[in-house]
Protein backbone atom coordinates (compact mmCIF):
# COMPACT_ATOMS: atom_id res chain seq x y z
CA UNK A 1 0.00 0.00 0.00
CA UNK A 2 2.93 2.16 1.17
CA UNK A 3 4.98 1.36 -1.86
CA UNK A 4 2.38 1.84 -4.28
CA UNK A 5 1.81 5.53 -3.39
CA UNK A 6 5.42 6.17 -3.40
CA UNK A 7 6.03 4.62 -6.55
CA UNK A 8 3.27 6.83 -7.61
CA UNK A 9 4.56 10.11 -6.04
CA UNK A 10 8.13 8.77 -7.88
CA UNK A 11 6.45 8.52 -11.08
CA UNK A 12 5.37 11.93 -10.79
CA UNK A 13 8.46 13.49 -9.80
CA UNK A 14 10.09 11.36 -13.14
CA UNK A 15 7.61 12.83 -15.31
CA UNK A 16 7.90 16.51 -13.84
CA UNK A 17 11.85 16.42 -14.44
CA UNK A 18 11.45 15.18 -17.97
CA UNK A 19 9.03 17.27 -18.88
CA UNK A 20 11.27 20.44 -17.26
CA UNK A 21 15.00 18.77 -18.66
CA UNK A 22 12.97 18.93 -22.41
CA UNK A 23 13.55 22.52 -22.82
CA UNK A 24 17.02 23.19 -21.89
CA UNK A 25 18.74 20.14 -22.94
CA UNK A 26 20.48 22.05 -26.13
CA UNK A 27 22.83 23.76 -23.62
CA UNK A 28 23.91 20.21 -22.50
CA UNK A 29 25.69 19.54 -25.49
CA UNK A 30 29.41 18.90 -25.24
CA UNK A 31 29.89 20.86 -27.80
CA UNK A 32 31.91 23.94 -25.80
CA UNK A 33 31.07 26.75 -28.31
CA UNK A 34 31.16 29.85 -25.52
CA UNK A 35 29.73 32.46 -27.90
CA UNK A 36 27.30 33.46 -25.34
CA UNK A 37 24.56 34.72 -27.39
CA UNK A 38 22.50 35.48 -24.16
CA UNK A 39 21.38 38.67 -24.86
CA UNK A 40 18.38 39.06 -22.49
CA UNK A 41 17.77 42.28 -23.61
CA UNK A 42 14.52 43.86 -25.49
CA UNK A 43 12.64 41.33 -23.68
CA UNK A 44 9.55 42.75 -23.29
CA UNK A 45 8.06 46.00 -21.37
CA UNK A 46 7.88 44.78 -17.90
CA UNK A 47 9.59 47.99 -16.65
CA UNK A 48 6.77 49.35 -15.46
CA UNK A 49 6.74 47.79 -12.13
CA UNK A 50 3.71 49.40 -10.09
CA UNK A 51 1.50 46.72 -12.80
CA UNK A 52 0.32 43.23 -11.25
CA UNK A 53 -1.31 40.79 -11.64
CA UNK A 54 -1.71 38.91 -8.57
CA UNK A 55 -2.33 40.94 -5.39
CA UNK A 56 -3.64 41.03 -2.33
CA UNK A 57 -6.28 44.42 -1.07
CA UNK A 58 -6.02 45.22 2.49
CA UNK A 59 -9.23 46.40 3.78
CA UNK A 60 -10.08 47.92 7.00
CA UNK A 61 -12.18 50.71 8.47
CA UNK A 62 -12.56 52.73 5.95
CA UNK A 63 -10.20 52.23 3.22
CA UNK A 64 -8.32 50.19 0.98
CA UNK A 65 -4.94 49.93 1.13
CA UNK A 66 -4.00 51.83 -2.07
CA UNK A 67 -5.62 54.29 -4.02
CA UNK A 68 -4.96 52.29 -7.02
CA UNK A 69 -3.80 49.11 -8.52
CA UNK A 70 -2.49 49.02 -11.88
CA UNK A 71 -3.23 45.93 -14.02
CA UNK A 72 -2.65 45.34 -17.78
CA UNK A 73 -5.07 45.06 -20.56
CA UNK A 74 -5.95 41.41 -21.69
CA UNK A 75 -3.43 39.79 -18.77
CA UNK A 76 -5.69 37.85 -15.90
CA UNK A 77 -6.00 39.61 -13.07
CA UNK A 78 -6.19 37.61 -9.50
CA UNK A 79 -6.97 40.15 -6.83
CA UNK A 80 -7.47 38.35 -3.52
CA UNK A 81 -9.19 40.42 -0.58
CA UNK A 82 -8.22 40.24 2.83
CA UNK A 83 -10.13 42.35 6.04
CA UNK A 84 -7.88 43.47 8.59
CA UNK A 85 -10.69 45.49 10.50
CA UNK A 86 -14.28 45.20 9.83
CA UNK A 87 -15.89 43.65 7.39
CA UNK A 88 -15.71 44.25 3.74
CA UNK A 89 -16.55 43.14 0.19
CA UNK A 90 -14.45 44.62 -2.77
CA UNK A 91 -16.10 45.19 -5.98
CA UNK A 92 -15.33 46.70 -9.46
CA UNK A 93 -17.63 48.33 -11.78
CA UNK A 94 -17.61 47.47 -15.45
CA UNK A 95 -15.77 44.42 -14.69
CA UNK A 96 -18.45 41.57 -13.22
CA UNK A 97 -15.52 41.72 -9.97
CA UNK A 98 -17.32 41.50 -6.63
CA UNK A 99 -15.96 39.74 -3.89
CA UNK A 100 -17.98 39.57 -1.03
CA UNK A 101 -16.40 39.76 2.13
CA UNK A 102 -12.78 37.91 2.46
CA UNK A 103 -11.86 36.22 -1.08
CA UNK A 104 -10.50 35.92 -4.25
CA UNK A 105 -11.53 37.01 -7.60
CA UNK A 106 -10.01 36.07 -11.17
CA UNK A 107 -10.92 38.38 -14.32
CA UNK A 108 -9.16 39.63 -17.20
CA UNK A 109 -9.62 43.56 -18.13
CA UNK A 110 -10.09 44.09 -21.46
CA UNK A 111 -10.12 47.48 -22.05
CA UNK A 112 -7.79 49.61 -20.84
CA UNK A 113 -9.43 52.70 -18.44
CA UNK A 114 -9.92 53.58 -15.19
CA UNK A 115 -12.57 51.55 -12.86
CA UNK A 116 -14.15 52.15 -9.46
CA UNK A 117 -13.30 49.51 -7.04
CA UNK A 118 -15.82 49.79 -4.14
CA UNK A 119 -16.82 48.19 -1.08
CA UNK A 120 -19.75 45.97 -1.58
CA UNK A 121 -21.06 45.15 2.19
CA UNK A 122 -22.77 48.00 3.74
CA UNK A 123 -20.00 48.28 6.62
CA UNK A 124 -20.55 51.27 8.37
CA UNK A 125 -20.59 55.22 8.40
CA UNK A 126 -17.36 54.99 6.47
CA UNK A 127 -18.69 53.10 3.75
CA UNK A 128 -18.51 55.14 0.65
CA UNK A 129 -15.16 56.72 1.47
CA UNK A 130 -14.31 53.20 0.48
CA UNK A 131 -13.11 53.60 -2.77
CA UNK A 132 -10.27 53.13 -4.86
CA UNK A 133 -9.00 52.48 -8.85
CA UNK A 134 -8.28 49.84 -10.71
CA UNK A 135 -6.10 51.08 -14.01
CA UNK A 136 -5.73 49.19 -16.56
CA UNK A 137 -2.86 50.04 -18.95
CU1 LIG B 1 -18.45 48.80 3.08
Known amino acids: MKKSILATILLGLILVLA ?16 NST ?5 NGSSDESEVNSDFK ?18 EEVKITLVNEEGMHGLAIDGLDVN ?39
Open 19 to 34: ACGGGNSDSDTNTEVD
Open 38 to 42: EETEG
Open 57 to 74: VTATNWAFDQDEYTVKAG
Open 99 to 137: IDGEGEATFTPEEPGEYKIYCSIPCGQGHSDMMSTLIVQ
